[in-house]
């Protein structure tokens, strides 16, 4: 890693740095919507800082999420298979390796599935670049344009697919996209975290004190911004046992800036004002109705930050009343 910290200190080639993307990373990632969704989508990777990332992709198996680990199988015949768990159901399981290719194996040819705390993403990768590629690559990886979707990836809470408020994953508690591609409302872009099926976390589910999952949800996730922010765009303002169940204008959640000079902000999130309940569309003033999901909804509300300073990180914070808030994507909207 030490031989390769000049590519995060010197300025890099934007456009080489897409095409070194495209022939070395995008058979895994996706960013803007170019590639495959194997690995984590690097579109939000623009908030994180170089270094961090060069670590990420010098030394993948650092810190490994538990969505993206490696699994070794062992068939019947003695064949030895590994990939990242893509799928499963009560009869098979669906392996992709880290060329992109799935594989879907009988359960009753299983002889062994091994979980490791390794990563999908090989090692070595600095074999394939020099110094110079490497610092176009990271040129292309951290910049920002106007909008810059934060990943909830890493902070992601629950399974949008399964139930939320109460046993069973049938029911009309599920927030269920047609499909996980890139959504666009009210000319905001946002990047929807896939669940592959029921595999993987892709909501901020708050904790609230009614229901099966709520009572064992965090109070606080932390997510990195490293930006000015102008706004602070959300596919949210629903949650479990919201208004008008609970007409309250309570505090449902805070959402607070950490600035670069350590200043904090916060912004309340009201119940009956910017959240209403899931189950149907309930209109509240200070949202908007942005997506019907099976006759579920999701709203849409933007925060404008009051310094014109950095916002180095963002949290969203349970607040004080009983209702249980959802989060399904966040954009920051930088200057001009």
Known sequence: ?????????????????????????????????????????LSGMAVHPKHELLIHILDPNRSVEGNFRRYTLMTTEGQVLTGMLAGESQSAIELVDAEGKRQSISRE???????????????GFEQQLQVADMTDLLEFLTHK?????LSLAGVATAVSTKGLFSDGDSGPDRMVFADWGPKVFAGIPFLLADPRGMQRNNIVLLYGPRGTLPPHMPREVSL???????????????????????????????????????????????N?????????????????????????????????????????????????????PIVMAITAEGAE
């Open 1 to 41: 890693i030490e031989g390769y910290t000049k590519a995060t200190e010197n300025r890099g080639n934007l456009e080489q740095g897409k095409l070194l993307f495209i022939k070395n990373c995008a058979n895994c990632h996706k960013h803007s919507g170019e590639g495959q969704e194997v690995g984590p989508d």
């Open 109 to 123: 040819d299983i002889e062994q599935l091994t979980s490791t705390q390794l990563s999908l993403m090989p090692t």
């Open 145 to 149: 344009d106007r909008f810059v979707p």
């Open 224 to 270: 990195p911004c490293n930006m000015l922010v102008k706004r602070l765009h959300l596919l949210s303002g629903v949650s479990g046992w919201g208004f008008p169940f609970d007409d309250d204008k309570s505090t449902s959640m805070i959402v607070r800036f950490h600035y670069a000079d350590g200043q904090t902000e916060d912004h309340r999130l009201l």
């Open 272 to 324: 009956g004002v910017h959240f209403a309940d899931y189950i149907r569309r309930v209109d509240v003033p200070e949202s908007t109705f942005a997506y019907d999901l099976n006759g579920q909804q999701v709203r849409y509300l933007a925060i404008e930050p009051a310094r014109d300073e950095p916002i180095v990180s963002i949290d969203l914070v349970k607040g004080e009343d009983e209702t249980a």
